[in-house]
């Protein structure tokens, strides 16, 4: 099939963007949306032009670098699916598609579709852990964990980390992303001594990170590749509440 | 054997390993090992470059210790590294199903399933350690799977008759590598670790002899920068994307420990690539990589295929008599859960005979409708359903009402930068841990092996060996105008200014499909004498080409992910005619290596272990033939056999 696809194109930080618009032949059905863009590339490059550049690695759904705003949506038009998992299949012959890097104060464009996430690392540094120091653990069964409670928080602990959330929301908040962390290591007894300085510094970090705060809007779970529900943000909402208040 | 392409040098061995029983060594290693006090350990600086399960572990665990950590990666963050993407599980020998694990067993079936070709001693450690990781990864709060008393909950993978693999859902390596890169990120809070993103590798700094640091360049800004340390270690993972198509993420290279090769690290036995056997077939031209089903799912689906040729009916409409389910056929025993390279082998086997199914007949089917029928569909999707959902993503198929389609793709190295017992390469101060060191597989990995490795290595192997070589340090400070340093800096330019200046007509990925189709092709599931040589040839041809018809737009001032590919394949080139001659040496079939000259009656690898019980160490030959350095293998504790699985 035959596609007009308009890129953001933007050389690096301190440059203006615009959209741009090319046109690709011979698109399978077959193809995922990144190897589309693989054969455009392919094109430009024999044609002189300069790549587009974007993020990708594993290609399988599960690296959470991939990223691109498509047709407004982060990841595409799919309800959970990165966008190395998006296929060709669900576009028609003669559509126009438009592709834009994610968009918020704390991911600052890099170049063209990528843009530099590393705010969620520090939010991470800032709490985002057990301390389990290498070589002091006790026997994994000395401590047992409910089965729903393992598998809620691995519900949680699904987050693959990718930003949609982020780009999704009017705010550009990152609650989701932090929320699934606190609420993974809320759920198991193993998380329980940190709690409350973890959700703190997390908090911290993230507004100091230039995130927008959460109005409830949702959009962020809609957007979300691995279906993390908004409930985690009620949890983090109420371990918030009961860290700063200083209850137990 | 054909001394054309390479020349024989001195035999070496592993003198860090104790001599005494095996299950002792590790501790006398341990005790034996020098120490650095904490106060000393402030003044030493290590290189970590990767941020897999490896890297992470190590990174984190020095850090811990008290070391000065520099770590690197090309990923915009830690946590992409390509572990996140293993599926299926980990192995340890707890022996929580009463089933009959332990320590020796777990040993025992590692050493079996590499096909007798690693070493006892690292074998025998890792299923020590193997304990260990899975009481660290559930106090960091790593979320497996758990039974309904609260217990954690096993299953069993290829290669094994026990349950001793824990998962976390069909996502383990994620959850295991979140563990990790939460400790990591814990230490660069805490100001031990100082971590470097999107910066790539591209030279090992040695002076006298010693590693002592790396030359990296900045991906975003290309700004080419120096970082000096008493050791380095590289956790870079495999190269299992010099066949182009693979499972491996589209970054993962050899480009690190091509650096250090070329600079006397020696590469072991680069031929030994492990075929996964369940994978998604491939669609068409366009297509960029595999994906891989994990090979839990073969724990309650039926391979089968037609049982005459050309049958072209739906699956469905083939009714069970005429139906071979010939891994329960060939293998009653073990049945559908063989290791991979008899799975991959078996699967190729029918599909050569004209019994495969789906397009271009390169598939075999993965088949659930027994278990959804035995189990109902509701528990099905319990323990595979995002994997169903990923396959139905991909294939546009749904898997509840058809089988799966499957087909065998490169998935693991076992060949690696060569290590003793401690984890040093042949240079010292060079450690290699993960999948980019070559010691604990042997020729075949097993299912939910690699994982443990990685972790095994990061947590515990090599934060308590690594002492012993930085006892000797801090070594004398050096500074960037040092003659070695610079000239290391000039290796990295002028290979930049060269692969920018060719301007030809050829895009770098058209030269690695090229690539990548040879090695499939000739050094891919099986291998003859004829089909090496031939491959060599046009490796040589296609470099030739490459060097001087490539074209790499841009500039190297900038983000340039065009000028990244161009420098990693084009040490795919030099990779790839090692690995041509390493299969072409090795006259035998064992694991992941198939010489067709080399099978018995009924087709199944036969092994020589009177002429290749050894580790193949080359050296860089300085351009001309790589060096041969035999390391042979004893087994005091498994002695090798048949490898039956019937």
Not at chain 1, 78 to 103: F, K, S, V
Not at chain 2, 6 to 11: A, H, N
Request: negative net charge; charged residues 25%; aromatic residues 8%.
């Amino acid at each position: 099939m035959k596609l007009k696809l308009r890129i953001w194109r933007q050389a690096d930080a301190d440059t203006d963007g615009a959209m741009v618009s090319y046109i690709l032949d011979d698109v399978s059905p077959d193809m995922s949306f990144l190897e589309m863009l693989d054969v455009l590339n392919e094109k430009l490059t024999g044609e002189g032009e300069d790549p587009v550049a974007f993020d990708h690695d594993c290609r399988e759904g599960i690296c959470g670098a991939c990223s691109l705003v498509i047709d407004g949506q982060p990841h595409g038009p799919n309800a959970a699916t990165t966008t190395c998992q998006l296929h060709m299949r669900h576009y028609a012959d003669g559509d126009t598609i438009d592709i834009e890097p994610w968009r918020a104060k704390a991911f600052p464009v890099i170049k063209d579709l990528v843009v530099d996430r590393e705010a969620f690392d520090k939010i991470i540094a800032a709490g985002g852990y057990i301390s389990a120091p290498t070589g002091t653990a006790p026997d994994a069964h000395a401590q047992l964990v409910p089965k729903a409670d393992a598998d809620a928080a691995f519900a949680a602990a699904a987050c693959i980390g990718c930003g949609a959330c982020v780009a999704a929301c009017p705010n550009g908040s990152g609650m989701l992303f932090m929320a699934s962390k606190v609420a993974h290591l809320g759920l198991v007894p193993q998380g329980q001594p940190e709690r409350h300085t973890r959700v703190i510094g997390m908090v911290q970090e993230h507004d100091e990170a230039g995130f927008g705060g959460c109005t409830n809007t949702g959009e962020c779970a809609v957007a979300c590749p691995k279906e993390i529900g908004l409930d985690v943000i009620g949890q983090l909402n109420r371990d918030f509440r009961k860290a700063v208040s200083g209850r137990r | 054997m054909s001394f054309e392409y390479y020349t024989l040098g001195e035999d070496i061995a592993d003198d860090k390993a104790p001599t005494g029983p095996i299950n002792e060594r590790w501790s006398q290693r341990r005790f034996s090992a020098r120490l650095v006090n904490p106060a000393n350990r402030r003044k030493l600086g290590v290189i970590v470059v990767g941020t897999g399960l490896a890297g992470a572990s190590a990174a984190a665990s020095l850090g811990e210790l008290g070391y000065r950590v520099e770590n690197f990666c090309f990923q915009d963050s830690p946590r992409r590294a390509h572990s996140i993407a293993a599926q299926g599980g980990i192995n340890a020998a707890k022996n929580y199903r009463n089933d009959g694990d332990s320590i020796h067993r777990l040993f025992y079936d590692t050493v079996k399933g590499g096909d007798f070709r690693a070493r006892e001693s690292n074998v025998h450690r890792l299923a020590e350690v193997s304990v260990q990781i899975i009481d660290q990864c559930v106090a960091q709060g790593v979320p497996f799977a758990r039974e309904y008393g609260g217990m954690l909950d096993n299953r069993s993978f290829g290669g094994a008759q026990v349950s001793r693999t824990f998962y976390a859902r069909g996502q383990t390596g994620q959850q295991l590598l979140l563990g990790a890169y939460q400790a990591l990120e814990r230490q660069i809070a805490a100001g031990t670790v100082n971590q470097h993103s999107r910066h790539e590798m591209l030279e090992l700094v040695i002076v006298e002899g010693k590693a002592r640091g790396v030359i990296v360049r900045d991906l975003v800004s290309g700004e080419i920068t120096t970082h000096l340390a008493d050791a380095v270690v590289l956790a870079t993972g495999g190269y299992g994307n010099v066949f182009f198509l693979s499972t491996n993420a589209k970054g993962c290279n050899v480009t690190a420990s091509w650096r250090a090769h070329r600079h006397g690290a020696y590469f072991a036995n680069p031929c030994y690539t492990q075929i996964h056997p369940t994978c998604i077939p491939v669609s068409g031209d366009h297509q960029s990589k595999l994906t891989l089903m994990s090979e839990s799912l073969r724990n309650d689906g039926r391979v089968w295929v037609p049982k005459t040729g050309g049958d072209e009916r739906a699956a469905a409409d083939i009714p069970e008599s005429e139906r071979d389910y010939y891994l329960e056929r060939i293998y009653p025993s073990f049945g559908n859960l063989v290791p991979r390279d008899i799975a991959s082998r078996a699967a190729k086997n029918v599909c050569d005979e004209g019994r495969g199914v789906g397009p271009g007949g390169l598939g075999v089917y993965l088949d659930f409708a027994d278990a959804i029928e035995r189990l109902g569909r509701e528990a099905v999707e319990a323990k595979y359903g995002n994997l169903f959902d990923m396959y139905e993503r991909i294939t546009g198929e749904n898997p509840y009402e058809q089988p799966m389609r499957i087909y065998p793709a490169v998935h693991y190295t076992m060949g690696g930068l060569w290590v003793d017992y401690d984890l040093q390469s042949s240079i010292p101060g060079l450690f290699v841990i993960g999948e980019a060191n070559f010691s604990d597989h042997g020729a075949n990995r097993l299912g939910a092996s690699a994982l443990m490795q990685g972790l095994a290595d990061g947590y515990f192997v090599l934060p308590n060996t690594i002492n012993d070589y930085l006892a000797d340090g801090p070594f004398e400070a050096l500074g960037e105008d040092h003659e070695d340093v610079k000239s290391a800096q000039q290796a990295v330019t002028s290979r930049i200014e060269k692969l920018l200046s060719i301007n030809g007509s050829r895009t770098v990925d058209s030269f690695h499909r090229e690539l990548g189709r040879i090695m499939w092709e000739y050094c891919g599931m099986e291998r003859t004498d004829a089909g090496l040589n031939k491959a060599i040839a046009l490796i040589r041809d296609l470099k030739e080409e490459f060097w001087t018809n490539v074209k790499v737009p841009g500039t190297g001032a900038e983000l340039n992910q065009s000028l990244e590919r161009a420098g990693r394949v084009a040490d795919f080139f030099e990779l790839a005619e090692l690995m041509c001659i390493d299969a072409l040496h090795r006259e035998e079939s064992c694991g992941g290596h198939f010489r067709a000259e080399s099978q018995t009656e009924d087709n199944e690898a036969m092994r020589d272990d009177e002429n290749f019980s050894y580790v193949a160490a080359w050296e860089w030959g300085q351009g001309s033939k790589p060096i041969l350095h035999k390391e042979d293998l004893n087994f005091e504790y498994v002695k090798p056999s048949t490898r039956s699985y019937k």
